[in-house]
């Protein structure tokens, strides 16, 4: 049995849940763009409070590992390992992706089937990776390049192709076709309460002190033409 605060920052939502043994118990959220730093901490006391749990009860903080937003992933993590560092416990990280994964319902799954969350990058490129349908890997976490269809061994064979994730548009209008099925999922807090109860059972944590998000790429930061003499 885990009590198990959950943050997802690796978008431009900022979600905040907490779990106990895989079960949400409350989740608050901010839709507001780029409001992580303001937001964050904000929600995680709404989490708490309303709950009605102190954080000396946490057993685990759990992160989203990236890919995502330079920033906003690094607001998430300093938060955490300050939480951990305080109450004495372990770090769980989870990967960003598999997060979107666990946002589709699995009702819709068959065996056959294949979950491809896709994270929008610059121009045609998305971070994706496939999962089967028990959410264990048939492919890593990487960067693609949308250009001659990366996934087309996929969508000649059994089941359906289930995309999701703010990248998932720009691959299924390119491509799309009977066998793809295009979700809206989101990022959301809510969805990492199963995999890091599975973490936090397996005992799968992280160097509080030395880790880092897995962001991909250096931050976009673009150098200023203005003129000042």
């Not at 906003?72 to 305080?86: E, F, I, M, P, Q």
């Not at 099925?181 to 992280?206: D, V, W």
């Amino acid at each position: 049995m885990s009590l198990i605060l959950q943050l997802e920052t690796s978008s431009e939502i900022c979600s905040v849940a907490l779990s106990y043994s895989g079960n949400t118990l409350y989740i608050a959220e901010s839709n507001i763009p780029n409001s992580h730093t303001e937001r964050l901490t904000l929600l995680i006391k709404e989490c708490m409070d309303q709950a009605g749990k102190s954080f000396s009860q946490l057993d685990a903080v759990a992160i989203s590992a990236g890919p995502g937003s330079y920033t906003s992933l690094r607001v998430g993590v300093s938060t955490a390992k300050g939480l951990c560092y305080a109450i004495g416990i372990p770090l769980i990280a989870i990967d960003s992706l598999l997060n979107l994964a666990y946002g589709i319902d699995m009702e819709l799954i068959n065996e056959a089937d294949r979950i491809i969350p896709m994270i929008d990058a610059r121009r045609m490129e998305v971070y994706a990776a496939v999962f089967k349908n028990d959410y264990s890997y048939f492919t890593e976490t990487a960067s693609v390049i949308l250009e001659n269809d990366p996934f087309h061994s996929l969508t000649v064979g059994e089941g359906t192709i289930h995309v999701c994730g703010s990248g998932a548009i720009k691959y299924y209008d390119r491509y799309q076709s009977e066998r793809i099925a295009l979700h809206h999922t989101k990022t959301s807090a809510s969805y990492m309460c199963i995999p890091a109860s599975n973490k936090f059972e397996a005992g799968q944590f992280e160097d509080v002190a030395y880790y880092t998000p897995n962001y991909f790429k250096s931050p976009n930061i673009t150098k200023s033409v203005k003129k000042y003499f």
